[in-house]
């Protein structure tokens, strides 16, 4: 885009806004960018698995909360890094885990210029994740 102001031509930069959807629960979130190509998926997943919850029960309630909250916490920081630098983000999945890392996220100032949205959904397959992803973004 080229505005005229005066003599003078600036010359602005239209910026290809990110778009990324996010379908998440507890144990893991599959990240999907929204681009013209077919959408792919990258996942990552929570260290705190059944068979950690399982092992640590053993040793007691006391740690079972600490070291599930820890890897909890590493599991959202991951989720956080991989938002940075996308405009726009859409939430999506069955648990509450999408609303502690929309608050997370919130509390991250680096994050203040990115749109995030939430939306509850059922369990979904790879494809339907797709599809709510281009719906989505193809609707705002």
């Given at each position: 885009?080229t505005?005229?102001?005066g003599?003078l031509?600036?010359t602005?930069?239209?910026k290809?806004h990110?778009?990324?959807?996010?379908w998440m629960d507890?144990?893991s979130?599959?990240?999907?960018?929204?681009?013209?190509?077919?959408?792919?998926?990258?996942?990552i997943?929570?260290?705190?698995?059944?068979e950690?919850?399982?092992?640590?029960?053993?040793?007691?309630?006391?740690?079972?909360?600490?070291?599930?909250?820890?890897?909890?916490?590493?599991?959202?920081r991951?989720?956080?890094?991989?938002?940075?630098?996308?405009d726009?983000v859409?939430?999506?999945g069955p648990?509450?885990?999408?609303?502690?890392?929309?608050?997370?996220?919130?509390?991250?100032?680096?994050?203040?210029?990115v749109?995030?949205?939430?939306?509850?959904?059922?369990?979904?397959?790879?494809?339907?994740?797709?599809?709510?992803v281009k719906?989505?973004?193809?609707?705002?």
């Amino acid at each position: 885009m080229t505005i005229w102001l005066g003599n003078l031509r600036k010359t602005s930069i239209m910026k290809n806004h990110k778009k990324l959807g996010i379908w998440m629960d507890h144990a893991s979130a599959h990240l999907m960018e929204f681009t013209p190509d077919p959408i792919t998926t990258k996942t990552i997943t929570s260290k705190f698995t059944p068979e950690v919850r399982e092992l640590i029960i053993r040793k007691g309630e006391d740690q079972l909360h600490r070291k599930e909250q820890q890897q909890q916490s590493d599991y959202y920081r991951q989720l956080t890094e991989a938002i940075k630098g996308v405009d726009d983000v859409i939430l999506f999945g069955p648990t509450d885990a999408k609303a502690e890392l929309y608050n997370a996220l919130l509390a991250d100032r680096q994050l203040k210029h990115v749109s995030i949205k939430m939306e509850q959904t059922d369990k979904m397959t790879e494809n339907q994740q797709h599809a709510f992803v281009k719906n989505y973004f193809t609707k705002h």
